[in-house]
């Protein structure tokens, strides 16, 4: 069982930047793989980026400006989101796995934070 605590989220403007944190309980955090995902308003939950031990995997549509990067000592994820654009604008979800795999599909991960919004201005 592990718990996942994102925050960082908030209002910035087209161009701007922002890094949320995603911190899991647990003894085991390296053996799971984390995942963001994000949900804008009447659209279905999407993949943004994953990472394990072994792999990394970002969404095409946000590859080059956000990176994903976890520090097992913290037991905590991070997605550093740059050159934000309006279309970014969601509400932005922890997720993670048993295993080392990174798969797209949200019924994949067990576990899931409350979500953090982002909204960016144009």
């Known amino acids: 069982q592990v718990q996942l605590v994102e925050s960082g989220g908030g209002l910035v403007q087209a161009g701007g930047s922002l890094r949320l944190s995603c911190a899991a309980s647990?003894?085991?955090?390296?053996?799971?793989?984390m995942g963001w995902f994000r949900q804008a308003p009447g659209k279905e939950r999407e993949f943004v980026a994953g990472?394990?031990?072994?792999?990394?995997g970002y969404a095409d549509s946000v590859k080059g400006r956000f990176t994903i990067s976890r520090d097992n000592a913290k037991n905590t994820v991070y997605l550093q989101m740059n050159s934000l654009k309006p279309e970014d604008t969601a509400v932005y979800y922890c997720?993670?796995?048993?295993?080392?795999?990174?798969?797209?599909?949200?019924?994949?991960?067990?576990?899931w934070g409350q979500g953090t919004q982002v909204t960016v201005s144009s």
């Open positions: 997720a993670a796995r048993i295993g080392q795999r990174l798969p797209h599909e949200k019924y994949e991960y067990a576990y």
């Open positions: 647990g003894r085991t955090f390296s053996s799971y793989a």
């Open positions: 990472r394990s031990v072994v792999s990394t």
